[in-house]
């Protein structure tokens, strides 16, 4: 046969690392070996979890080179081996860690909000699915991404939802001993201040129907309500520290409605602002924009979205209401605020004042000046 195949064409007879044939006379190549050092993964999505890790990565033209399970311990190994690519995570219970620690690495890494992510499962809910979703979502030009937090954000957020925490639990605890007295036709007014002055009063009364046992049972209640109170002031202390060395906190606390909690809060929320491009990108990231509902050219607009950091957004609410008493208290006061609560119900005004204050903070957070109460925007015409 290789005599035969030199006197056709003049060449010599192909090697094993060439042109072979076979008995028949067909000629074939061997395919090439490709190991994983070939494959360029341009993309990555990584479904997290507690102990297992499944990850999904895509070339650029979006065929699937790897597939698999890891479990925690082989995530980073596998990980710092692999060249830098773009790496999507649902914004979930230690994305931020695993954020900052897979951009150690080299990789560019994207969260994103779960119900951003959940669109693109194509069927039955698992962890092979959501990678892929992920891996899929990432690429997207138009997707929306969670600001990625450092420690010390991290830290002083930690402290908030700690300190919120001790708040409702200090109001349930208020209402049970509310609750309780009121079983035994002892009526306290709301406010944890007259649960202070009137409870140890009527212990004392003898005059009531409360029996002994129940007597003291109260005052335990009373007892660890006051230790819940000194936890939140003792947290509320920390923030307030914090807040003292952070120019930004600082400069947003001069907006009439921001305090140190909202400042401090939103400071260590937003982390950099320059990744939104315009303050109602942060309204609407925490939620303060009203939903829309438009069909066929009519626009209709609803109630506020509600999205994002509920905490957030109470605080500003609630500072904004602060600022909204004391202006209508005014009997000179001319603000716009009190004009729209004059027309408008006084939570629509309210709103309204934490929807500006949002905004005001981003623009803070993105320049150099500070807050200047009489500062009018000057817009040249073109």
């Not at 150690?104 to 909000?113: K, P, Q, S």
């Not at 979703?133 to 997707?143: D, K, T």
């Not at 907006?255 to 609407?284: C, H, M, W, Y």
Request: aromatic content about 6%; glycine content about 8%.
């Amino acid at each position: 046969m290789d005599l035969l195949f030199k006197e056709i064409n003049g060449m010599d007879a192909p090697t094993l690392n060439g042109i072979e044939t076979c008995q028949s006379g067909v000629v074939y190549q061997p395919l090439k070996q490709t190991g994983a050092s070939d494959m360029k993964i341009t993309t990555l999505g990584i479904d997290l979890a507690k102990n297992v890790f499944q990850i999904h990565g895509v070339d650029e033209f979006g065929k699937v080179l790897v597939k698999k399970q890891l479990k925690r311990d082989q995530l980073a190994a596998y990980l710092v081996n692999l060249p830098p690519c773009l790496i999507g995570m649902e914004a979930c219970g230690g994305a931020h860690h695993w954020a900052r620690k897979l951009m150690g690495f080299g990789h560019t890494v994207r969260l994103m909000a779960p119900q951003f992510v959940k669109p693109y499962v194509k069927t039955n809910k698992n962890d092979a699915a959501d990678a892929e979703a992920i891996c899929e979502a990432v690429a997207r030009p138009n997707m929306r991404f969670v600001p990625i937090k450092d420690v010390g954000q991290q830290s002083v957020l930690s402290l908030h939802r700690v300190r919120q925490g001790f708040v409702g639990a200090r109001t349930a605890q208020a209402n049970q001993i509310r609750g309780l007295l009121a079983e035994f036709g002892v009526i306290v007014p709301q406010g944890i201040a007259h649960l202070y002055t009137r409870v140890p009063e009527l212990i004392e009364d003898a005059s009531n129907e409360m029996t002994g046992p129940f007597r003291l049972l109260i005052q335990r209640l009373l007892d660890h309500l006051k230790e819940l109170d000194k936890q939140v002031d003792a947290l509320e202390a920390q923030i307030v520290q914090w807040h003292k060395h952070s120019q930004a906190s600082l400069k947003l606390a001069a907006v009439p409605g921001i305090g140190p909690i909202t400042a401090s809060a939103l400071v260590a929320s937003l982390g950099d602002a320059k990744n939104f491009e315009n303050g109602r990108q942060v309204s609407a990231w925490l939620g303060l924009v009203p939903k829309q509902h438009s069909s066929g050219g009519k626009d209709k607009l609803l109630k506020i979205s509600k999205r994002g950091d509920t905490y957030l957004r109470t605080l500003l609410i609630h500072g904004a209401r602060s600022v909204l008493y004391r202006e209508q208290s005014k009997a000179d006061s001319c603000s716009w605020v009190k004009g729209v609560a004059t027309r408008r119900h006084h939570n629509i005004a309210a709103v309204a004042l934490a929807n500006k204050n949002a905004r005001i903070a981003w623009a803070l957070l993105t320049r150099e000046k500070g807050f200047d109460a009489k500062h009018v925007s000057l817009r040249v015409a073109a």
